[in-house]
């Protein structure tokens, strides 16, 4: 896993929206893997080729960064902490360690130590903004039927 700890410059910021837009205009869309040239420091120049994905998940990453965002990678398998996972809903340790003992987000033990999957911790977070959108939506319609034109 790899977390960037600080925010991007205002240097990095603008380097990031650049190489966002230039790689966006010349990655192809068809999915397939494609070759890039990457210069080294003695000026040498190399050929890459790197899957649509990946090429995909560095536009991303340049798009966020150039927006000001640290960013955070996570493999899709990965085992996380109790903090990461609670980073990763934006709620506290206790709170997150309340939802696993709730047997909300299941976990495994390792030691003394809880390990949870990526993957569990974003099926929650998906149900949350579900429930939230839901609740919304019927507010919406609760404003509409009172006639008060939201």
Do not use: C, W
């Amino acid at each position: 896993m790899s977390i960037a700890t600080k925010l991007p410059s205002a240097e990095e910021i603008a380097l990031a929206k650049l190489g966002s837009q230039e790689l966006s205009a010349v990655m192809e869309t068809n999915g397939e893997a494609q070759t890039i040239n990457v210069i080294d420091k003695n000026g040498k120049t190399h050929e890459v080729t790197i899957p649509a994905s990946a090429l995909s998940l560095m536009v991303d990453v340049l798009t966020h960064l150039g927006q000001g965002n640290s960013v955070s990678i996570t493999p899709i398998h990965a085992e996380l902490t109790t903090q990461e996972g609670a980073d990763l809903l934006n709620v506290s340790r206790p709170t997150f360690i309340k939802l696993l003992n709730s047997g909300v987000i299941p976990y495994t033990r390792s030691g003394n130590r809880r390990k949870i999957a990526f993957a569990d911790v974003m099926k929650h977070k998906k149900q949350l903004e579900e429930e939230s959108l839901a609740a919304l939506a019927d507010l919406s319609a609760l404003d509409q039927e009172m006639g008060m034109g939201y």
